[in-house]
């Protein structure tokens, strides 16, 4: 049987099922306290993540490099100012992409280098795996939004 080439949207990660990544969203929702009145306080939300060593760090639109909406890297999600202010509004795709950037790093996302002969499966890709857990969590929020994908701007 021929294995279908998928093309990578992240960098390749351990293979985590759709189920286990339900798995881990929905303890991450249990253990934060994420429901559908999240959408109201998301500031205070995010400022209570630091008492779990996650740091917010948002920068000035100014100094922004517009080639993605956010990032994060060794528990800190930067992000612009202007996306901030559209998480605190409720606006569904930022609380999305704030999701998403938190799924990387409650998933403990870490770039592998190793050489395989296999090819990368879409269980692999970071990205893929960070818009499951954002899913799940949205739908715990009551939110419907679930867009295509998330990717840098070149």
């Known amino acids: 049987m021929q294995q279908i080439k998928y093309s990578m949207r992240g960098t390749r990660v351990e293979t985590l099922s759709e189920d ?6 929905n303890e991450a929702a249990k253990f934060l306290v994420v429901d559908k009145r999240t959408r109201k306080k ?11 060593g996650i740091v917010i760090d948002v920068v000035a639109d100014d100094e922004w490099l517009d080639i993605t909406n956010a990032m994060c890297n060794n528990g ?4 612009p100012n202007s996306l901030y202010s559209r998480i605190c509004f409720g606006e569904d795709e930022a609380i999305f992409i704030f999701f998403h950037e938190l799924g ?6 870490k770039a592998m280098l190793h050489h395989s002969d296999a090819l990368p499966t879409q269980q692999e890709d ?3 795996q960070a818009d499951q857990f954002a899913k799940c969590i949205l739908k715990q929020m009551g939110i419907k939004y679930f867009p295509e ?3 840098l701007k070149f």
């Open 149 to 151: 994908q998330l990717t």
């Open 76 to 79: 800190t999600i930067l992000l």
């Open 104 to 109: 990387h790093l409650l998933l403990g996302h």
């Open 126 to 128: 970071s990205e893929w």
């Open 20 to 25: 286990t990544i339900r798995f881990f969203a």
């Open 42 to 52: 998301m500031d205070t939300f995010m400022e209570m993540l630091e008492e779990y």
